[in-house]
């Protein structure tokens, strides 16, 4: 018997699962001995006050090892073959409890939430979902350079019930801008595939591209990262964080851009020095800012980032479209497939 448990932080409930027939799916490895269990993980949570929000931001920033795991969730997990799991922490304790466990699935992009120390340790093979909200990130960055381009912001009448004179952007077209991508990964290529119909010239900085992928998708690959910064006429950050590239995008690329160049942020904060973002952006080293992602989580009120009339900040909403649950178990569900049939993992996270 293989028992497979499904890990929630409190916000995909089992109703959740089973409105959408979830429990079903595993009907498919019944010759394998497969049992479906589901429990609830809220330290991370609990251990902030309550705030889910909170907690899965500190979860990007600091990892897992926080977390207080309740005795019943740790006894939950016991015998678990297979845990799926979204935004709760997988901290040195969470795999000291689950001494039977074999494959970990996180059903996101990232695996700040995973003690990956601990799981090698402990012979647990990692696999993560990146792309699975490819498709709605991809329509949100190019919203944002759409609304930035033509200063929605600045031209919207909502609210004030009274006719404006238009405020057009510093081009007011896409057709022949430069588009810079950082990062060449899934939501990077289905930007491109969006904005290609908008006659744009489309380059990117990643040194582990596929030249095979950028080919097909007419994208052009540049060298450095400062010939991405100061090419590009907006510049959208698809990058993973890693501990080697938080506050990558600085005071010195920024100064590198156009000054009529904006810059689209729906990937992690962390990418970005807040601090020199906003100086560029009140001083006008760049035209402006599309941000969905922030260090801090709601904003504060009266933040530079709610104030500035160069910048569109939206709520952590990129991800947002669709049956997110639907589209997130799709990746560990093929990921079991490649368990039992005894194949190479497709987002294997560790090696």
Same mark, same amino acid.
């Given at each position: ?30 010759? /394998? $001995? ?18 889910? =929000? ?31 799991? !979204? /935004?709760? %922490? ?17 059903? =996101? ?26 498709? &709605? ?12 381009? =033509?200063?929605? &912001? ?7 019930? +009274? ?8 081009? $007011? ?6 588009? %810079? ?19 744009? !010239?489309?380059?990117? #900085? ?10 097909? *998708? ?28 938080? %506050? ?9 851009? +156009?000054?009529?160049? #904006?810059?689209?942020?729906?990937? =992690? ?18 035209? $402006?800012? $599309? ?7 709601? *904003?504060?009120?009266?933040? &530079?980032?709610?104030? *500035? ?6 709520? !952590? ?26 194949? &190479? #993992? ?6």
């Amino acid at each position: 018997m293989t028992k497979i448990v499904f890990v929630s932080e409190g916000f995909i409930t089992l109703k959740d699962l089973k409105e959408r027939k979830i429990p079903q799916m595993f009907d498919e490895f019944k010759e /394998y $001995g497969v049992e479906f269990a589901y429990t609830e993980d809220t330290g991370a949570k609990d251990t902030v006050g309550g705030n889910l =929000r909170e907690a899965n931001l500190r979860l990007e920033k600091e990892g897992p090892n926080w977390v207080v795991h309740s005795p019943e969730f740790l006894q939950s997990i016991a015998d678990a073959d297979i845990i799926i799991m !979204h /935004y709760s %922490g997988a901290s040195r304790a969470f795999f000291e409890a689950a001494h039977q466990l074999k494959l970990l699935l996180v059903m =996101r992009s990232g695996v700040e939430n995973v003690d990956m120390e601990a799981a090698e340790e402990h012979g647990v093979t990692v696999c993560a979902s990146p792309g699975r909200a490819a498709e &709605p990130v991809a329509d949100f960055a190019v919203t944002l350079m759409l609304a930035l381009m =033509r200063t929605l &912001p600045v031209n919207n009448m909502g609210g004030s019930g +009274k006719w404006k004179d238009s405020v057009m952007g510093t081009e $007011g077209m896409m057709k022949n801008a430069t588009v %810079g991508l950082l990062g060449f990964g899934a939501i990077a290529q289905k930007v491109a595939v969006r904005l290609k119909g908008f006659g744009c !010239h489309i380059i990117s #900085y990643d040194p582990w591209a596929k030249k095979e992928a950028a080919e097909e *998708l007419e994208v052009e690959l540049v060298d450095t990262i400062e010939e991405l910064f100061q090419r590009s006429d907006f510049l959208s950050v698809h990058a993973r964080l890693t501990n080697e590239n938080h %506050g990558l995008i600085n005071r010195e690329l920024l100064s590198q851009m +156009k000054p009529t160049a #904006y810059l689209v942020n729906t990937a =992690r904060a962390g990418l970005i020095n807040e601090k020199d973002l906003i100086n560029a952006l009140e001083n006008h080293v760049i035209a $402006g800012a $599309g941000i969905d992602v922030f260090s801090l989580e709601p *904003l504060p009120e009266g933040h &530079p980032f709610l104030t *500035l009339d160069n910048v569109i900040a939206t709520p !952590h909403v990129a991800g947002n479209g669709g049956d997110f649950i639907l589209r997130s178990i799709e990746s560990p569900i093929n990921e079991i497939r490649h368990y039992f049939k005894g194949e &190479p #993992y497709s987002f294997r996270m560790n090696r």
